[in-house]
Each structure stands twice: as structure tokens, then as C-alpha cells.
Nanobody, 126 residues
Framework: QERLVESGGGSVQVGGSLRLSCAVSGSRYCYGWFRQPPGKGREGVASIDSDGDTTYALSVKGRFTISRDNAKNTLYLQMDSLKPEDTAMYYC???????????????????????WGQGTQVTVSS
């Protein structure tokens, strides 16, 4: 069973940056980052396959970067040029095994992932 623990959320001003981390335990999983704004559903932000292939939602492409460090068992989401509409609870997710489903654009939906972290809050203020 995959256990996921997010960290790195916080408050930042418009145009700022944050890096989210997620402690993971597997290397052959597909991993994803999702976010849930207040009063809205959970949306996919980015995904990364076991071989490093990535996909992004259009709303974050060019501003966010998903990466994984298998040696450190850590998944990252680097968020630059943050906007108020990026304010949300952010979650990392995983499912096994990775594959072509993980490399679809836009990123796979939340229903495709079995394992979830507890979430970390990101607030962007103007």
C-alpha cells in the first residue's frame, strides 16, 4: 500500500513561488497532483509516469513543474507565477502500475487514483 504525505504549502503573494513535496514509497507508480478550491470539485493539475513522462492541465502549463526523485522517494510540484485562482487544497495521489493512462492530456481524473495524501493548503493573495 502506498502512503503519501504532502508538505510545503503556505501563503504567498501573486507572482510568487512555492514547492510542494510528497513523500512516497514506490517507484513504478503513476503520481499526480490535484487541487480542490473552496466549494469546488477536485481537479487534476499534473501527472508523472514511472519513466518521467509528464502531463499538465492547461491552466498551469508553463508555470508548474512536476518531478520525482526516486532516490529520495519524493514527488515535487514547483509552482511559479502563482495567481489567486491557484488558491486551493493540494493533494498528491498515486496508482499502480504506471503506463499510457498516466500520460494522457489533460491529466487523469481523480477517480483513476487509489492512494491519496491528506492535503496541504496553498493560498495566493493579491
Amino acid at each position: 500500500q502506498e502512503r503519501l504525505v504532502e508538505s510545503g504549502g503556505g501563503s504567498v503573494q501573486v507572482g510568487g513561488s512555492l514547492r510542494l513535496s510528497c513523500a512516497v514509497s514506490g517507484s513504478r507508480y503513476c503520481y499526480g497532483w490535484f487541487r480542490q478550491p473552496p466549494g469546488k470539485g477536485r481537479e487534476g493539475v499534473a501527472s508523472i509516469d514511472s519513466d518521467g513522462d509528464t502531463t499538465y492541465a492547461l491552466s498551469v502549463k508553463g508555470r508548474f513543474t512536476i518531478s520525482r526523485d526516486n532516490a529520495k522517494n519524493t514527488l515535487y510540484l514547483q509552482m511559479d507565477s502563482l495567481k489567486p485562482e491557484d488558491t486551493a487544497m493540494y493533494y498528491c495521489a498515486a496508482d499502480f502500475p504506471g503506463g499510457s493512462w498516466c500520460r494522457k492530456e489533460p491529466p487523469p481524473p481523480a477517480s483513476d487514483f487509489s492512494y491519496w495524501g491528506q492535503g496541504t493548503q496553498v493560498t495566493v493573495s493579491s
